[in-house]
């Protein structure tokens, strides 16, 4: 079953933005933390940002804060990560996934607890 489907990846130029979506299916994103993680080629892979259930908040990694911006759309069941100002190193496959812990403000990076994930989606910054 997939809970989790990710769209919006593909190639952009450095300096450009990229909206990707996390779609959710059979659960409410409002019932869960969202985090999103970004696996770079050959590289282990690492949260980038998450958001909060209930009254949301949002945390970044240090290395995409200022540049990116995770938000929910609780009428399109919709958790979604905007990419600007991209750079090379934001190259790689992009996964959303979810977990049930209460948590404010949320860490970033955290690989634990999360109960359902998504495919995973290319991003390719290039020029």
């Known amino acids: 079953q997939v809970e989790l489907v990710e769209s919006g990846g593909g190639l952009v130029h450095p300096g450009g933005s990229l909206t990707l979506s996390c779609a959710a299916s059979?659960?409410?994103?409002?019932?869960?933390?969202i985090r999103w993680f970004h696996q770079a080629p050959g590289k282990e892979r690492v949260g980038v940002s998450c958001i909060t259930r209930g009254s949301p908040s949002t945390s970044y990694l240090d290395s995409v804060k200022g540049r990116f911006i995770i938000s929910r759309d609780s009428t399109k069941n919709t958790v979604y990560l905007q990419m600007n100002n991209l750079k090379p190193e934001d190259t790689g496959v992009y996964f959303c996934?979810?977990?049930?812990?209460?948590?404010?403000?949320?860490?970033?990076?955290?690989?634990?607890?999360?109960?359902?994930w998504g495919q995973g989606i290319q991003v390719t910054v290039s020029s």
């Open positions: 059979t659960i409410n994103v409002n019932d869960y933390l």
């Open positions: 996934a979810a977990s049930l812990r209460l948590q404010n403000p949320c860490a970033p990076n955290n690989p634990y607890n999360h109960v359902h």
